[in-house]
């Protein structure tokens, strides 16, 4: 039996497409069996449902692609605060995962969720990399029933590693490192029981080792991109985050990174990487040409002080651009309407960096046309759905899953805008969100979730962090 419903009176629509097609006039939406029917002037069919979408606004839902939902529970940390990466990383991530248990793992995993989804997020991307040989409970489990429970759709990036620095090497016997047997053992695993490779997937499975350059040795790198791909799955890690990273390619392969990802078999269109801050212009050029994506983490780039990802001159050199939020340890407001503006922000303040006065042969005085608004949608949507290989979410319109967040800008952040249809971006904050639809299921009404006590969820949260200090 076919059900449709009618999103009504829409304000403005942005549809997460290129060019012209970045915005429709609607004012209409309908959806039809969880698709999006028609979008224009409709009349209502009998017996129809009608959403009033009066002075909303629509985008489609966001695609976050890098996440570590593990660390909702590490926010904040004062002894990571003020930490770059690899301090950080020992201060605060490497500290705690061996302190997780399966009930603080299912808490953090449920607030990052919860968190995302209020933000307008439907689709998630989460690396989780808390593994380890012997563990007493299934992360990979808990990240899919927590998301399924919630409605949204999940792809689990499966990380872990087969060998550790030296950070980790101290650190406790449960965050030994496991043999790439058993990493791909376990991948075997859940392939079969998770992974749906179509283009309008629920759950996916990603072969994802922390990190190339330290997490596995090349000859096993390149035996995962083996097995990842006759196994029809899609490859992510970090990458070229700050120039520790150069330092260790250099240093131990004589290369680049992504000439150290090239060699190991880790380039190409079913391969994303986070971070990629640090690149020459031959790397560029390489990532372009091989059509690798990036999921760019501005906030906690900026928080780490890693810099500010090259996104522009990537994205002209042909790589696939998407948004992540990393994890929450390293970026204290970890859902995607800040993330969104925050990469509105830096790719113009990284381009206005650039400018030089003319009379030292200078061009221009600013970077305001680095990267508009439409583009930042593109980026956190569509962008996000291609190098997932969601290609079932290409944006609003006919055809497309209608995965659509509903804004209402009733705050007084939002007072004034002469053109409401940029207000969820460039004003921050967190607009009222009418509606949150995942594949045409509403999975937000009204700004509630079903099933979520916010307020519980907040003691529970407050509850747990408190033991966790005391553990220091």
């Known amino acids: 039996m076919t059900t449709s419903f009618l999103i009504s009176n829409i304000d403005a629509i942005m549809t997460g497409l290129p060019g012209a097609a970045a915005r429709h006039a609607g004012p209409d939406i309908r959806v039809v069996d969880g698709v999006i029917g028609a979008i224009g002037k409709l009349s209502p069919l009998p017996g129809e449902a009608i959403v009033d979408a009066t002075d909303c606004i629509a985008y489609p839902s966001w695609v976050n692609t890098h996440h570590h939902l593990f660390q909702s529970m ?29 009930k603080l793992f299912r808490l953090a995993a449920r607030i990052g969720l919860v968190e995302l989804m209020r933000s307008g997020c439907g689709t998630v991307a989460d690396h989780n990399y808390l593994y380890y040989p012997g563990m007493p409970y299934d992360t990979s489990a808990i990240l899919f029933e927590e998301a399924e429970a919630l409605g949204l759709r999940f792809v689990l990036c499966r990380g872990g590693a087969t060998q550790t620095r030296q950070l980790e090497a101290e650190l406790p016997a449960a965050l030994r490192p496991e043999t790439l047997d058993g990493y791909l053992g376990d991948m075997e695993r859940l392939i079969k ?28 790198l390149r035996t995962m991109a083996g097995f990842a791909r006759r196994a029809g799955v899609r490859l992510h890690s970090h990458l070229s985050e700050t120039v520790g990273y150069q330092d260790t390619a250099h240093g131990k392969h004589g290369c680049t990174p992504v000439e ?63 948004i992540g939020v990393d994890g929450a340890a390293s970026n204290e407001a970890a859902d995607m309407l800040s993330e969104t503006h925050a990469a509105w922000l830096m790719q113009r303040a990284r381009r206005g960096q650039e400018a030089t006065p003319s009379y030292a042969g200078g061009k221009f005085e600013g970077g305001a046309d680095a990267a508009t608004v439409e583009d930042v949608v593109r980026w956190g949507s569509t962008g996000g759905a291609r190098v997932l290989g969601l290609g079932d979410l290409d944006g609003l319109r006919v055809g497309q ?41 509403a999975v937000v009404e009204d700004d509630i979730i079903a099933g979520v006590d916010l307020e519980a969820l907040g003691r529970e949260a407050r509850a747990a962090t408190r033991r966790l200090g005391v553990q220091r």
């Open 260 to 322: 150290f990802a090239e060699r190991c078999d880790w380039l190409g269109s079913d391969v994303w990487f986070a971070h990629l801050v640090k690149l020459d212009p031959s790397e560029i050029a390489l990532l372009g040409k091989t059509g690798t994506g990036i999921a760019h983490c501005p906030q906690s780039n900026g928080r780490l002080g890693s810099g500010i990802a090259p996104i522009r001159q990537l994205e002209e050199a042909g790589v696939p651009v998407s």
């Open 193 to 220: 029981l998770y992974h749906d490779p179509s283009p309008a997937a629920m759950r996916r499975v990603v072969m994802a080792p922390t990190t190339p350059l330290y997490s596995a040795t090349p000859e096993e």
């Open 74 to 102: 590490l926010k904040g940390d004062p002894a990571g605060i003020n930490a770059s990466l690899t301090p950080w990383l020992a201060a605060t991530p490497y500290r705690y995962r061996a302190r997780f248990d399966e």
């Open 401 to 441: 899953q209608a995965d659509i967040a509903l804004y209402r800008l009733d705050d007084p952040r939002y007072f004034g805008l002469h053109d409401p249809a940029l207000g969820p971006v460039v004003a921050g904050g967190r607009p009222f969100l009418k509606a949150l639809y995942v594949a045409g299921r």
